[in-house]
Nanobody, 126 residues
Framework: QVQLVESGGGLVQAGGSLKLSCAAS????????MGWFRQVPGKEREFVAA????????YYADSVKGRFTVSRDNAKNTVSLQMNNLKPEDTAIYYC???????????????????WGQGTQVTVSS
């Protein structure tokens, strides 16, 4: 059974930082593009960032470019999202996702993935 388990969410003041982590129980972790999405209750899911299978290519939503950094460790089956200079509008539930199809950018274009985590809450106060 595939599991993606996020951690690291919490409450932070505007301008602060948080680092989210996702542990994946995928047998062939390195064969999946990994991504982060977020959703505010009542709104549509939004793409945040994605990273290619090797980690060599990253892709970001314009709203987080320059503030967030996605990385992965294929030896540990983990993917992380370093979030700096957080803003109140970054408040959402953040989800880790794994996709076996296409390139990393495809996760953002399609807003889809093969597997999803349960989400972790990030709240940024003003």
């Amino acid at each position: 059974q595939v599991q993606l388990v996020e951690s690291g969410g919490g409450l932070v003041q505007a301008g602060g930082s948080l680092k989210l982590s996702c542990a994946a129980s995928l047998r062939t972790f390195s064969s999946y593009n990994m991504g982060w999405f977020r959703q505010v209750p009542g709104k549509e899911r939004e793409f945040v960032a994605a990273i290619s299978r090797s980690g060599g290519t990253t892709y970001y939503a314009d709203s987080v470019k320059g503030r967030f950094t996605v990385s992965r460790d294929n030896a540990k089956n983990t993917v992380s999202l370093q979030m700096n200079n957080l803003k109140p509008e970054d408040t959402a539930i953040y989800y880790c996702a794994a996709a076996s199809f296409g390139a990393a950018q495809a996760m953002g274009d399609s807003l889809s993935a093969d597997y999803w985590g349960q989400g972790t809450q990030v709240t940024v106060s003003s």
